[in-house]
């Protein structure tokens, strides 16, 4: 949530709804001295990848309602935003949670659910959603994230 948050930032605090990439650099780096530019510039390429950012001829807009986020008062993101987030390694934590199981359990299942029942023409992403669906396990924020890897292969 840190990550979505720290996108949201400059949006609010500017109350805009697009911003070119220089602008973004500069309130992440410059203005609220967060990261470095070379941070900033990696921060806007992931917020691309996982489909909270589109970049339209050099200028940014959210993919999501920045109006629901809050950003807290004296907000400062930590080194943790810069850590790749895997949606199918959260999937599978949630699910064993849920579960009261190990992950291992989770994946054997999630393998087993792809051999047997789809006869291998199933991605472990689609799978892992079906089985949360199964277990009654949330995973809707981690929609995005499913289908940008599912994208990539």
Same mark, same amino acid.
Request: cysteine-free.
């Given at each position: 949530?840190?990550?979505?948050?720290?996108?949201?930032?400059?949006?609010?605090?500017?109350?805009?709804?697009?911003?070119?990439?220089?602008?973004?650099?500069?309130?992440?780096?410059?203005?609220?001295?967060?990261?470095?530019?070379?941070?900033? %510039?990696? $921060?806007?390429?992931?917020?691309? +990848?996982?489909? &909270? *950012?589109?970049?339209?001829?050099? #200028?940014?807009?959210?993919?999501?309602?920045?109006?629901?986020?809050?950003?807290?008062?004296?907000?400062?993101?930590?080194?943790?935003?810069?850590?790749?987030?895997?949606?199918?390694?959260?999937?599978?934590?949630?699910?064993?949670?849920?579960?009261?199981?190990?992950?291992?359990?989770?994946?054997?299942?999630? %393998?087993? $659910?792809?051999?047997?029942?789809? +006869?291998?023409? &199933? *991605?472990?992403?689609?799978?892992? #959603?079906?089985?949360?669906?199964?277990?009654?396990?949330?995973?809707?924020?981690?929609?995005?994230?499913?289908?940008?890897?599912?994208?990539?292969?």
């Amino acid at each position: 949530m840190t990550f979505r948050v720290t996108i949201a930032a400059p949006f609010k605090h500017t109350r805009k709804t697009a911003m070119r990439k220089n602008e973004l650099v500069y309130y992440y780096a410059l203005d609220r001295k967060w990261m470095s530019t070379e941070q900033a %510039n990696l $921060l806007l390429h992931r917020a691309e +990848d996982e489909q &909270l *950012l589109r970049q339209e001829n050099g #200028v940014f807009s959210p993919l999501f309602d920045v109006s629901e986020t809050t950003v807290p008062v004296g907000f400062k993101p930590t080194s943790a935003i810069f850590d790749r987030h895997d949606p199918s390694a959260e999937l599978i934590s949630r699910i064993a949670r849920a579960k009261k199981t190990e992950e291992t359990e989770v994946v054997a299942e999630m %393998n087993r $659910l792809i051999r047997e029942q789809f +006869d291998n023409n &199933l *991605l472990p992403a689609a799978a892992l #959603v079906l089985i949360a669906k199964t277990s009654r396990v949330p995973f809707e924020d981690l929609t995005a994230g499913l289908r940008a890897s599912l994208q990539k292969k």
